[in-house]
């Protein structure tokens, strides 16, 4: 477990798994299926943490990630997504999520 | 007046009159008629925005694009003398597609079936067993499409251009200079398919009326006690295309989360020198393409209709330079997350108003006149379908004399 993520941030461990997500395809994905209670700790835990998140990785280059800190960079980038549901969609976010999925994202600059 | 508030300052509804005030005929929307003569009224008679310059970076780098309302595949390919030009992807042999991968990089084009092979400048280089053909080389280049650039996108002309682009842009074409597309090297992309008409689609993109409705969540910072409905702050119309600038909120309130993510946004913006004057201004190139000059969501939009009733839209969000740390991937993946799911939003109302069309109920639809971009649409429209209809009409062939026949 040490090496999972950066020092000062295994608060987040235990939503590496799920969170933690190559691809902005995926990630879209991923928030629109999730259980809400899950996502809704998941933003909890994360949201708090984003800047000091991107300034820690904004250390590295960004195509040499070391492990630990892709992980940290996946689940940032996946905490851009859920967080639309959690801060801005509220109860709306069952109907949005099926709609969202005639949105087909075919490329980002992250790689979708 | 109408319940507009002291702070914010719209388009009078007089200033809009000279569009006229007269409802809207609603076939057109539907119709597959009209649908028919719009293909060669409006879609091959307008310069047609298909791509931009950085999907082409290298000499030989090229993209096949569909339109399918002309039923065509076009071939556009960046030379080794660096110029972009656009082809149909037929082979001048026996018509077969050249192209079947959608982008990518060659040296040379051969034809999977006899293998005529075309240089990057639509040149026939060699095919085999050419002296039993009765023909030239030379005259068997691959059909040239008229092409042109402005502020970094690429715009077809799939018959005879009576105007260049810039000519037929107007002021619009310094102001497309200005927005960031024009510096973008790499983009986000979605895309949605709908069952609705091109027109119908695209208007849903340029009313502000629907705003409070549909997005009563999403679209909070461009609604407001000042402007309850979110109606444009300005509107300029040249020839068929036409501008709004954005009304925003004076006293947004951000969430946590989206305060951070604009924030830095808007951060690389500055840095980049792609926040320039036009950040609330927002382009409808006619017929079916919108250019947003905002640096934190540079997005574009453009509505290809399939047939009468179906369209796809394509959206993208344009960057300037390589993603080169992780705050700006972040910045990246979240803007266009968030344009997504406005986006998302539109889709079912705009696909519930198509199916009441569909019925036939109507016969007349309306704009009230803070839907003046809409109503333009349509003018622009109906007037270039009346034109061709009167020129069929005038065209129908008189009878030939024996002696000119005979001539």
């Not at chain 2, 061709?388 to 030939?400: D, G, I, N, Q």
Request: proline share 7%; glycine share 8%.
């Amino acid at each position: 477990m040490t090496t999972l993520l950066p020092t000062g941030f295994e608060a987040l461990a235990p939503f590496a798994d799920r969170w933690a997500i190559d691809g902005s395809i995926t990630r879209a994905a991923r928030r629109g299926a999730a259980d809400p209670a899950v996502r809704t700790a998941f933003f909890a835990a994360a949201a708090p943490l984003l800047d000091a998140a991107l300034a820690h990785l904004d250390r590295y280059p960004l195509d040499a990630l070391p492990p630990a800190e892709q992980r940290l960079m996946d689940m940032m980038l996946t905490l851009a997504h859920v967080s639309l549901t959690e801060e801005i969609l509220g109860d709306q976010e069952p109907a949005h999520a099926r709609q969202r999925q005639h949105m087909r994202i075919t490329r980002t600059p992250a790689g979708a | 007046m109408h319940g507009e508030r002291p702070g914010f300052q719209g388009m009078s509804d007089d200033s809009l009159a000279w569009l006229g005030t007269a409802p809207i005929p609603a076939a057109p929307y539907h119709d597959p008629a009209w649908f028919d003569l719009e293909r060669e009224a409006v879609f091959r008679r307008a310069w047609l925005q298909i791509g931009h310059v950085c999907e082409l970076p290298d000499s030989g780098s090229f993209i096949r694009r569909e339109i399918e309302a002309l039923n065509v595949s076009l071939l556009i390919v960046r030379g080794r003398d660096g110029e972009i030009r656009a082809f149909h992807n037929v082979c001048t042999h026996r018509g077969t597609q050249l192209v079947e991968e959608e982008s990518g990089r060659r040296g040379t084009f051969s034809c999977p079936y006899h293998r005529w092979s075309f240089g990057t400048d639509g040149a026939l280089l060699a095919a085999p067993d050419f002296d039993r053909f009765f023909i030239d080389k030379a005259d068997c280049a691959l059909p040239r499409v008229a092409l042109d650039i402005c502020g970094g996108l690429i715009f077809v002309h799939l018959g005879t251009p009576d105007k260049g682009l810039r000519d037929d842009l107007g002021p619009y074409a310094t102001m497309l200079d200005g927005f960031p597309a024009a510096q973008a090297t790499t983009f986000s992309e979605y895309v949605y398919e709908i069952d609705a008409n091109w027109k119908l689609t695209y208007d849903n993109f340029q009313e502000n009326y629907h705003l409070r409705f549909i997005h009563p969540r999403s679209g909070a910072p461009v609604v407001g006690e000042d402007n309850p409905f979110g109606y444009p702050v300005k509107m300029g119309f040249h020839g068929p295309h036409r501008t709004q600038t954005i009304w925003t909120n004076p006293a947004p309130a951000p969430k946590p989360v989206q305060a951070q993510s604009f924030g830095r946004a808007a951060r690389f913006a500055m840095a980049d020198g792609t926040a320039g004057p036009h950040s609330r201004d927002y382009l409808a190139l006619f017929p079916n393409f919108f250019i947003l000059g905002s640096p934190a969501q540079p997005f574009s939009h453009t509505v290809w209709p399939i047939d009468a009733r179906r369209s796809r839209g394509v959206i993208r969000l344009y960057w300037k330079g390589e993603d080169d740390c992780a705050s700006r991937r972040y910045a990246r993946e979240y803007a266009m997350a968030s344009a997504r799911d406005i986006h998302a939003e539109d889709r079912d109302v705009i696909e519930a108003g198509q199916r009441g069309l569909n019925s036939g109920a109507l016969k007349h639809i309306h704009f009230q006149a803070q839907e003046a971009l809409c109503r333009h649409l349509f003018n622009a429209v109906d007037e270039r379908v009346q034109a061709y209809r009167a020129e069929r009409t005038s065209a129908t062939p008189r009878p030939v004399s024996r002696a000119e026949a005979m001539a």
